[in-house]
């Protein structure tokens, strides 16, 4: 302890100065309380019954989708809601009476939402949105003495295409109670994007609310306004798709299922993105009714399955790109091996077919592709074995997604002998590494996937993020974003072997014995690939039926990629038809017509 | 010294001013959070639990002789400033602010703990060097590190409340250890030129609520709705109040932090103009008790120490209800022994064993 204290006196004479200060701001205090709750008592004491201020949120406009060129895909148009303040409410029989009555809905279901107990105080309840002009009418003139009513006007989606581009562009809706709880910001009946781009630029897109501080009278009603916020518009967005192909995808594939899309393969952008069946967005813009909700989930095409990205596929014959590139690469043929092709292989103790009964005869790599001997590939895939070719297969981006913007992508499976171990607890058969090579067998892919493929072969071997988004603007037409292409990987093969490949594909479709060569277009050369995925196995060494004789689950999906022009291609398209049979008749007049439109849309534009 | 003779010298008053005001916190904590869910274990009986452990540190904090903690006052507050930089390491996330840390069974928040520490750094270092003529600008270096050190780590956190306490509470200190008069005009004249930077170094919503304050119309849907639910509570309490758990306005969840930070809002509403004026006036009696207190100790440290723990509730008092009554901005402090809260209810308690402290040791010569 320190004994050389001396006691501080000299603090005594300030001591004073604190005292009174700390009486004069109390006092300041106090001067303020009695203000509040003695002066203002009377003015408080209204306001505080029956919450005479409230906040009355003003909804933001959400920004609008455009294409390339600022084409509306997504507007907005104003619509109006029937709501009820339960706590206003005052006559309970009368108002659900009238309202069942003006709104056709049953009595009991008003009632239950407006006493619902889980519900925070003074919360308006929403009973019907988007009501008619009829409706709007009848409750403004027969309503203005039903307490508790109040119709709230809300901008809601407006797609003046339809159902264009319905899966790609997604849908809004409620925000539900589990999102409530992740996201900040939002709060209970707030509309946010559930999938698509609506998802993906919610946050561009959704803008901020603005508000009201009302003050209301005994019942509710709106006496004056105390204060306001505008609220702030959401972003536009503008996507890389083209709404002229976009459309004219969607009308080629008429009643079929399947996909047609198409990228520009020098930068990734997605032109076209079409995917059938689709749905209606416009119906979940006012709030999807439980019946139009069930008939959607219960269809057996599913509808609302975006097939781009989330459907799965085996990619038959447009694997043999793949199986070529790995050959090459690896030194187990050369451009000149020839192979031949009786019509069958026999591995083992089983026979493999090749599509054509009679055989190719003698096989090179080139008359393999162009005219997509399944023998000639059964001996590279066995030369290779599984662990190179799905090696091939990870390094032009299958097996896992491409990173495309959208919610809900799935990865697709390339299979290795390690993962049959694992997941099937079996042994990789080599007879399926022969499968494999005519991408079949396990191998699962995205139309996406494959039309990436493509694209980094047409561009020389750039694999590309698939590009949906071009730009967002403000309301002031500022640019906010710009997205630039962006490079993923570069394809595990050389350029001497690219061109090989890139060579043979012309001729699919410019040979005579092209598997393709229905699609040939004046003017310009396609390069392209045909593939027909069997879905069911056959057993036995019959004939194939044609698919017109197969139940419609039972046949063959028919796939086509394409990219033209092949010296400088600006566009790469894919296109499955789900059950459609041969790719080279079902799917590449498809993929033709899309290049053709493309082509009139780019000499009329210039 | 622990001895017997330090309880027999347990200051009465200061110790049933502080019982009163813990009482009445937890009788209206119960009326506040009637309405919200508790979890396990309902917000009073939570809160009891933490004044309890209060009353355990505050006992502690007594029983030690002052002047150790003026040995140890540098080592203590260098053990709070590095709980500071651990939360901002391994903090919690609360609320978008990073202030707690998890400590076995509750969350500690450090930052209130660094009142404390920081008094008694402060009060060391004014006690061992004494200038008789006043402090110049050049000796108030080392004090303005030592405050603005955690001062800048806590508002980065975000909390701006315990940041602008910790700035209040060196201010008051160097006020009453006599500043000379230049030094002050030279101080006042940086503070003002200093606020512009300061502004820019602010988050979003700490300048929202500034301006809010200064003009309640910038931001009608969050904080200047909140200024003006606090301001309909209070003032429809009218003079005797709507009576204890007839409140409406407050339960109904206008306010979000009205068991926290707005409880005052729940006892005005409640108990009007003379339950909080009796409430105000348990204030002042404590504040002014505790000067008491520092004018009787034997020492500059129990001098300085007193004062420090007493500007530390005074602040706290004015900048919460000034705020709740709409005449301060919305900072997010919580009002001593009222508010919800156990680091709030801890760093308090242990405020009050250092007076209880300074007061027993007055005699010991």
Redesign the interface.
């Known amino acids: 302890?320190?004994l050389r204290?001396?006691?501080?006196e000299?603090?005594?004479p300030?001591?004073r100065y604190?005292?009174v200060a700390?009486?004069v701001?109390?006092l300041?205090?106090?001067i303020?309380?009695?203000y509040?709750?003695?002066v203002?008592?009377q003015?408080?004491?209204l306001?505080?019954e029956n919450?005479r201020?409230r906040?009355r949120k003003i909804p933001a406009v959400r920004g609008m989708i455009m294409d390339r060129r600022g084409r509306i895909f997504v507007d907005n148009r104003p619509s109006f809601n029937a709501m009820v303040m339960p706590e206003d409410v005052d006559d309970l029989m009368g108002l659900t009476k009238r309202l069942s009555e003006f709104l056709d809905i049953h009595p009991a279901g008003i009632e239950h939402q407006i006493t619902a107990r889980d519900r925070?105080?003074?919360h308006l309840v929403t009973i019907e949105r988007d009501i008619s002009w009829k409706e709007l009418s009848l409750l403004k003139t027969y309503g203005l003495d039903l307490h508790g009513l109040e119709i709230s006007i809300a901008p809601i989606r407006m797609y003046p295409h339809g159902k264009v581009a319905a899966n790609l562009l997604g849908y809004v809706g409620e925000i539900d109670k589990e999102e409530l709880k992740r996201k900040?910001n939002y709060k209970m009946g707030d509309c946010v994007g559930k999938c698509g781009v609506e998802w993906t630029w919610e946050g561009y897109l959704r803008g901020i609310d603005?508000?009201r501080?009302v003050e209301v009278d005994a019942v509710g009603r709106e006496m004056r306004i105390?204060?306001?916020?505008r609220p702030l518009p959401g972003h536009n967005l503008y996507l890389t798709i083209d709404l002229d192909l976009q459309r004219h995808g969607e009308k080629l594939l008429g009643e079929k299922a399947g996909v047609i899309m198409a990228m520009d393969p020098t930068t990734g952008e997605v032109l076209a993105f079409c995917n059938n069946p689709s749905f209606r967005p416009a119906l979940f813009a006012g709030g999807i009714s439980t019946k139009e909700w069930e008939e959607l989930v219960s269809h057996p095409l599913h509808p609302l399955q975006n097939r781009g990205i989330q459907g799965l596929y085996p990619p038959g014959s447009v694997f043999k790109i793949v199986t070529a590139a790995a050959g090459l690469e690896e030194g187990v043929i050369t451009p000149e091996t020839s192979l031949s092709c009786s019509g069958i292989y026999y591995f083992g103790k089983r026979g493999y077919q090749c599509w054509r009964r009679g055989g190719h005869g003698t096989v090179n790599l080139y008359r393999g592709l162009t005219e997509s001997c399944d023998i000639y590939f059964y001996q590279v895939g066995e030369r290779l074995g599984v662990e190179r070719l799905s090696r091939y297969a990870k390094g032009f981006g299958l097996g896992k997604p491409t990173g495309i913007d959208l919610t809900g992508e799935k990865e697709g499976l390339v299979p290795t002998a390690e993962w049959k171990r694992e997941r099937l607890g079996e042994p990789w058969y080599p007879g399926e590494t022969i499968s494999l090579a005519i991408g079949q067998s396990y191998i699962l892919l995205t139309p996406l996937q494959l039309l990436n493929v493509i694209s980094s072969i047409a561009n020389g071997g750039v694999l590309l993020k698939p590009q949906i988004a071009k730009r967002v603007e403000d309301v002031d037409k500022k640019v906010l974003v710009e997205y630039q292409p962006q490079e993923i990987a570069r394809l595990p093969i050389s350029t001497e072997n690219l061109d090989v490949i890139r060579k043979a594909l012309v001729g699919v479709t410019e040979d005579d014995h092209g598997t393709g060569r229905a699609v040939r277009l004046a003017g310009v050369k396609i390069a392209g690939k045909t593939g027909t995925a069997q879905v069911i196995k056959l057993r036995g060494m019959g004939r194939r039926p044609r698919p017109e004789e197969m139940p419609y689950g039972s046949r063959d999906h028919a796939w086509f990629v394409a990219y033209a022009p092949p010296d400088l291609p600006e566009i790469a398209v894919v296109v499955l038809v789900e059950h459609g049979g041969h790719g080279g008749s079902a799917a590449a007049p498809l993929a033709r017509e899309m290049i053709r439109k493309y082509l009139s849309l780019k000499r009329g534009e210039k | 010294m622990i001895d017997r003779k330090s309880w027999a010298q347990l200051d009465g008053k200061l110790i049933i001013l502080t019982l009163v005001l813990m009482t009445i916190g937890i009788v209206n904590l119960y009326s506040a959070t009637i309405n919200l869910p508790g979890g396990e274990f309902p917000f009073y009986q939570r809160q009891l639990f933490w004044l309890g452990i209060g009353v355990f540190f505050g006992l502690l904090v007594f029983l030690a002789d002052y002047?150790y903690y003026e040995e140890f006052a540098y080592p203590i507050y260098l053990l709070a400033l590095l709980s500071i930089v651990s939360v901002l390491i391994y903090g919690i996330v609360v609320g978008?602010a990073q202030r707690w840390i998890r400590i076995g069974f509750f969350n500690l928040q450090p930052s209130e703990l660094m009142k404390i520490a920081l008094i008694l750094a402060l009060a060391r270092h004014f006690a061992r060097y004494e200038m008789?003529e006043g402090y110049g600008l050049r000796d108030l270096i080392i004090p303005a590190v030592i405050t603005l050190l955690p001062t800048l780590l806590i508002a980065k956190q975000p909390d701006l409340g315990t940041a602008l306490v910790l700035v209040f509470i060196l201010l008051s200190i160097v006020m009453?250890v006599?500043i000379r008069f230049r030094s002050l005009l030279i101080l006042l004249t940086v503070v003002i030129l200093a606020t512009p930077f300061f502004w820019v170094a602010l988050k979003d919503y700490q300048r929202s609520r500034i301006l809010t304050f200064l003009n309640p119309?910038m931001?009608?849907?969050g904080a200047?709705?909140h200024i003006?639910?606090s301001?309909?509570?209070?003032?429809?309490?009218?003079?005797w109040g709507k009576g204890y758990l007839h409140g409406?306005?407050c339960k109904?969840?206008?306010l979000p932090e009205h068991h926290t930070d707005f409880v005052f809002a729940v006892l005005?509403?409640e108990w009007?103009?003379i339950g909080?004026?009796v409430v105000?006036a348990l204030?002042?009696a404590l504040?002014?008790w505790g000067?008491n207190i520092?004018?009787k100790?034997?020492?500059?440290f129990?001098?300085i120490l007193a004062?420090g723990v007493t500007a530390m509730i005074?602040w706290h008092v004015?900048i919460n209800?000034?705020m709740v009554?709409?005449?301060m901005p919305i900072v997010g402090l919580p009002l001593p022994f009222l508010s919800y809260g156990g680091s709030s209810a801890v760093v308090h308690l242990m405020g009050i064993g250092l007076l209880l402290n300074v007061r027993a040791r007055r005699h010991i010569?």
């Open positions: 302890m320190h204290r001396r006691e501080p000299e603090f005594r300030r001591y604190f005292i700390a009486i701001i109390f300041t205090i106090f303020r309380l009695w509040l709750q003695v203002k008592e003015e408080f004491r306001l505080s919450n201020i906040l925070p105080p003074f900040k603005g508000g501080q105390l204060n306001q916020v | 002047r978008g008789r009453f006599k119309d931001d009608p849907l200047g709705y003006i639910q301001k309909i509570a209070v003032g429809s309490g009218g003079v409406t306005q109904l969840q206008f005005g509403e009007g103009f909080c004026g105000l204030y002042l504040i002014l000067l520092g004018m100790a034997k020492d500059r129990g001098t004062f005074f004015i209800v000034g009554l709409g005449i010569f």
